[in-house]
């Protein structure tokens, strides 16, 4: 406990230094790319719209459990998966792209995922912002809820921030991980009900209502799709926020736990 609260200070204190390195990050994603941050949204943008013609009204025609077109009910879904997968994914091989700064001993590597993750946040504000947009083309007008987001965003975030503890420490030794973590998040899309409604499943089996929920970023979708469709708060789901939240703790402190005992062979490895 010690070591958590001693690395919370220090993650205080050199706030300045991720926020700065979190932006030159960002930016080197694009360095000699002759269409530079347009690829950011290339790829996630036609995802959706392969899944809305798929899924929408000139495909098998998936009907959402809500009132809205089936595109209104897919963004806040796959918005927050696009960015935990792409945290998850950067957060992983993160020791091995900053190596020069794990070999020197004066760095806190600690802070090296919560780089790739502010990284990650900002360009999932861009898409956030994106989100906004379409509801507006599509005449919904902003809810209170709306702000929610933001909550749903950090918890996102600090899921995505304790998996990825664990695995950019295995990954030093282990370069497998990457390509686990990667097959992991592809498998993983389709256990959480983000291009689907889970009532597909759960009518005819109503004990696979708490398979789904068992999943942590069950809760994230259903916060996202609370805040921008139905306008319900997060403590309307008190049970699925207490679950989320210690589920959350739990992987932090043994992601936490592991990083610190690999972490005086990683320089050696490296």
Request: overall charge positive.
């Amino acid at each position: 406990m010690k070591y958590v609260l001693s690395l919370a200070r220090e993650i205080v204190k050199k706030r300045k230094l991720i926020i700065d390195l979190g932006k030159a990050d960002f930016r080197k994603r694009f360095v000699g790319s002759y269409f530079g941050i347009v690829w950011m949204f290339v790829q996630p943008i036609v995802t959706v719209l392969i899944y809305f013609l798929i899924f929408g009204p000139y495909g098998f025609r998936s009907e959402p459990p809500v009132p809205a077109p089936y595109v209104l009910w897919l963004v806040p879904g796959i918005v927050p998966w696009f960015f935990f997968s792409e945290a998850l994914n950067t957060g992983t091989g993160c020791l091995q792209e900053y190596s020069y700064l794990v070999k020197k001993v004066v760095f806190q590597v600690e802070i090296l995922p919560l780089i790739k993750l502010f990284s990650c946040i900002m360009v999932h504000g861009f898409f956030v912002f994106i989100m906004f947009g379409l509801y507006a083309c599509y005449g919904r007008l902003p809810l209170v809820t709306w702000i929610q987001v933001i909550y749903y965003s950090f918890a996102a975030s600090m899921l995505a921030l304790a998996i990825s503890y664990l695995t950019c420490s295995i990954h030093v030794f282990f370069k497998d991980m990457a390509q686990i973590v990667g097959i992991c998040l592809q498998f993983g899309m389709w256990m959480v009900p983000i291009m689907y409604d889970e009532g597909m499943f759960t009518d005819k089996v109503p004990a696979l209502a708490m398979v789904f929920k068992l999943n942590p970023f069950y809760y994230i979708v259903a916060g996202y799709r609370d805040s921008m469709l139905t306008g319900n708060w997060f403590w309307e789901r008190p049970t699925l926020t207490l679950y989320f939240w210690g589920v959350t703790l739990v992987l932090m402190l043994a992601g936490l736990k592991v990083f610190k005992r690999l972490r005086p062979h990683f320089s050696d490895v490296l």
